[in-house]
T-cell receptor, first 115, second 113 residues
Framework: GAVVSQHPSWVICKSGTSVKIECRSLDFQATTMFWYRQFPKQSLMLMATSNEGSKATYEQGVEKDKFLINHASLTLSTLTVTSAHPEDSSFYIC???????????FGPGTRLTVT | AQSVTQLGSHVSVSEGALVLLRCNYSSSVPPYLFWYVQYPNQGLQLLLKYTSAATLVKGINGFEAEFKKSETSFHLTKPSAHMSDAAEYFCAVFNQAGTALIFGKGTTLSVSS
């Protein structure tokens, strides 16, 4: 149990366009979801934390108008990268946790390439 | 503030040799500590976790880690490396609020035959 999926796994978009990444908890209700960004050969950096039905809490330095996070249901969170630029190219990973639990379950990640 | 430091960005071992990946933590509260493994172009898989119970924690794939408060360490070990263990390993600690994970920079483990 505790499976998290992401879609798409790989996306290429042109500079200036927007791209949406979905994160789903397949077999549990995720009251909290997290979005991380990982540059090549580097660690994961937390971008934002979202609780179902609430606005996301963004980490310092993360542009909330550029990285739109929606957590509309207990099984789905979306990250929309608006007006993407090449420097937004990265590996985006989501994770989810159950109500009252600390453990996070990670999705397989989405590779975004902006040309 | 909570933090973790992974000593050695790259560790190379021979197949069958002992694996030792080092992690030191800094925490103002009793820490919850985690080790994750990441294979290329994949998400993270939890290897094991310390949550203030037993100090020697056994995880999946033959890995274990020992919490040593006096040394503020949580090193990951495996007695005998397999080729399939080659991956990126991350040590992590919960932030003070217990709401998010703080990751170390990661250690790349290479296993040679």
């Amino acid at each position: 149990g505790a499976v998290v999926s992401q879609h798409p796994s790989w996306v290429i978009c042109k500079s200036g366009t927007s791209v949406k990444i979905e994160c789903r908890s397949l077999d549990f209700q995720a009251t909290t979801m997290f979005w991380y960004r990982q540059f090549p050969k580097q660690s994961l950096m937390l971008m934002a934390t979202s609780n179902e039905g609430s606005k996301a809490t963004y980490e310092q330095g993360v542009e909330k108008d550029k990285f739109l996070i929606n957590h509309a249901s207990l099984t789905l969170s979306t990250l929309t990268v608006t007006s993407a630029h090449p420097e937004d190219s990265s590996f985006y990973i989501c994770s989810a946790s159950k109500s009252g639990a600390y453990e996070q379950y990670f999705g397989p990640g989405t590779r975004l390439t902006v040309t | 503030a909570q933090s973790v430091t992974q000593l050695g960005s790259h560790v190379s071992v021979s197949e069958g040799a002992l694996v030792l990946l080092r992690c030191n933590y800094s925490s103002s509260v009793p820490p919850y500590l985690f080790w994750y493994v990441q294979y290329p172009n994949q998400g993270l898989q939890l290897l094991l976790k310390y949550t203030s119970a037993a100090t020697l924690v056994k995880g999946i794939n033959g890995f274990e880690a020992e919490f040593k408060k006096s040394e503020t360490s949580f090193h990951l070990t495996k007695p005998s490396a397999h080729m399939s263990d080659a991956a990126e390993y991350f040590c992590a600690v919960f932030n003070q609020a217990g709401t998010a994970l703080i990751f170390g920079k990661g250690t790349t483990l290479s296993v040679s035959s």
